[in-house]
């Protein structure tokens, strides 16, 4: 666990202060505020570009099992100050698609690589660039939308050269079944949610490009996805927080935090700041 300051729920960069073992629990505890985040600690080159968190921290293994030393660090947290942010989406039925994009992390400063969904597999790729960094060229993007299958000719486009804005969606049998954003990213979570449930698009075609964080019509958003082994969302979780179930019903009705246990922290603070929890409205 790595126990950090938020500033707001943007992206954030984090810096080490000091790092050491002789910063003792309690001690971190009383420097900084009672806040707490999780950050993935074991992503490796398969699923972001840099070293990620763990270069923070202590390179140090134990001798004999070679199993990493427990890791204690002071960060300070700020703001990055992205120019652009870009993410595209695509389910991929026959599987492949993830490693097949492997090699698109390196060619962003900034970038992940996931899955999403458990029926179906969705590759979402993730990349940001610094307030300096021109945003992608629409060469790079139209390279990029053809090694995820977004350039067939029934492909939606929106294109606004002047702001550097780059929108495209694929439907398929009224599904939607990719879609890649540039530079306006604020539909990205719901349009993530529809790609995973195969939602139909027929109420929501007109809105695929818009700038809205939440979708218009057809019924709430799950909202973000808390438990990824088991693909359950937060305003799942809050709607049964809600309804009286505590961790461990939760955990028997969803099986969310039964299995890696990466979800369980979260699990456990929403549970603790239940009196304040209500589904999110979508
Ligand atoms: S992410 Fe929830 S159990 Fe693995």
Redesign the pocket.
Known sequence: MLRILIIDESRARASELCAGLAMAGHQVAAALPSVLDYVPMHWGGRFMSGLGVIALTLPANDPVSHQPELKHVAVQVEKLATGWQLVAMRRDDAGGLHAALQPWLARFDHATLTLAGRESTVAVLRAWGGADSPPPSPELLAELAAAMGLDSPQILAFNDARRGVAKRALIEEDRLAGALLCKETRATDWLLDLVVRGGSTAELRKWLFAPLATPPAAGPARGRI?????D?SENEIRADLAAGLDLAALQANRK?????????PELRRMVTELPALAPQAG
């Open positions: 808390v438990c990824n082994c088991f359950v969310c935090g039964t299995n890696c246990d990466s979800c369980l």
